[in-house]
Structure formats: C-alpha cells, structure tokens
C-alpha cells in the first residue's frame, strides 16, 4: 500500500512544472531572467525600481547589530551575507570616519561603496 501511495505521490509532483525564475508583480518572468520585477498591467508592463534596505553604518568592516534581522552583535565577518546590497544613510563626511550614504555591498568581511551621494 505505501507504494502505491508513493507512486500516486510522485505522479502527481512530477504533473506540475517547476520555474526556477521568480516573478515579482507578475505572473511570468521574462526569459532569461531569475528575478522578474516588474509588473505587467493590462499588457504594458508597469515600470518601477528596487528600493534598497536603509542603514546606518558606522563603518566598512562590521554589520551594525540594530538594523538587522538575527543579527544580535556587531559581526566582523559574516560570509553568509556575503553579495548584500543596502543603502547606507548616514551622511559621512571628511571631518567623520563614518561612511557617507549610499549604495554598499558586503563582500563577506567589508562594505564596499559603489555609489550614491558624490
């Protein structure tokens, strides 16, 4: 009886297609593409952007604690993360040593700027 059930089981999952390509407002993302963001509204695709997470950071070699889900302690590495994109919103300067604001990536021990506010 179990295999029966185990058949019926894959029959059915193997009945449905599987996409890895994620669609965001849509239905169907565009070939090609793993994530889809925009949305298609009465056959014009509603045109939008990606808004970034905002934080503080207080420097290029840690994550900031507060502002990040199961993050409990400021972390030195965290490899985990590594490829996060934010936006930095404090607004450093030459007389701070805090970064100034804009668009960073973690590459798994720093936060390296890649642009916004020049």
Request: charged share 15%; net charge neutral.
């Amino acid at each position: 009886m179990k295999k029966v059930y185990f058949i019926l089981l894959m029959t059915i999952l193997c009945a449905f297609p599987v996409m890895a390509q994620i669609a965001v407002g849509g239905s169907r993302p565009i070939e090609g593409a793993i994530i889809d963001l925009n949305n298609p509204y009465d056959g014009v695709r509603i045109r939008g952007g990606l808004l970034l997470s905002n934080v503080e950071l207080q420097n290029l070699t840690h994550i900031p604690a507060s502002g990040f889900v199961g993050i409990t302690s400021s972390q030195d590495s965290y490899p985990a993360l590594k490829g996060m994109m934010v936006w930095n919103i404090n607004n450093g300067n030459s007389s701070t040593s805090r970064p100034k604001e804009g668009v960073y990536i973690w590459d798994g021990y720093n936060w390296l700027y890649i642009g916004g506010s020049d």
